[in-house]
């Protein structure tokens, strides 16, 4: 099993995160780890405490408000986690829906799309986990319109990873 947190985040260094490896191209392409993390048996997050950090220029904050959060998961919130990784981690949007796909392996993917605002957005995602980590990359686009020629304020690629590092109770 591979640890499933990639260091591309400069706040992920500050977390203690900077240690990680990979072998081969899942090191650099989130698309190759998430494909590795749908094949393998999957495994349950463990509970506890979780350091969070948020990387990438989107419109998207963590709960904390800030771009580094504690997460404390519970038994009961660690085996929901995967099925709705964004619900956890980054602030609620208005008038916005959750689109989430069966979790395989584990590999997670979804999206929020919220259609009924002023200016349409959609923050799509996939991810990937194992016992005691994550990591979720996404995309935030603003209304259907958007192409490389037209960028609205708050679109493009985010960066959610976390690192189990003690126990918690809620």
């Known amino acids: 099993m591979h640890l499933r947190v990639i260091c591309l985040v400069p706040a992920a ?16 392409d989130p698309k190759a780890a998430f494909e590795a993390a ?4 999957p495994v349950n997050l463990a509970p506890g405490r979780y ?3 948020l990387g ?12 580094t959060a504690d997460l ?3 038994s009961y919130g660690a085996t929901q ?18 689109e989430v796909k069966p979790a395989t392996g584990n590999a997670m993917t979804g999206a929020r799309v919220c259609r009924e605002r002023k200016m349409p957005m959609t923050a799509s995602y996939t991810g990937t986990h194992n016992a005691d980590s994550f990591r979720i990359d ?8 958007e192409n490389a020629s037209v960028m609205h304020l708050g679109s493009g690629d985010f960066i959610i990873s976390g690192k189990r590092v003690g126990d918690c109770s809620l």
């Open 138 to 145: 996404g995309v935030v686009k603003q209304s259907d319109d």
């Open 51 to 53: 350091e969070i950090s």
């Open 81 to 98: 986690f995967p099925k709705d990784p964004l619900s956890w981690t980054i602030e609620d949007w208005e008038n916005c829906s959750t």
């Open 56 to 67: 990438g220029g989107t419109l998207v904050n963590l709960k904390s408000g800030s771009r």
């Open 72 to 74: 404390c998961l519970n």
């Open 38 to 41: 749908s094949a393998e048996a």
């Open 13 to 28: 260094a500050s977390l203690g995160l900077g240690g990680c490896s990979f072998s081969g191209k899942e090191a650099n």
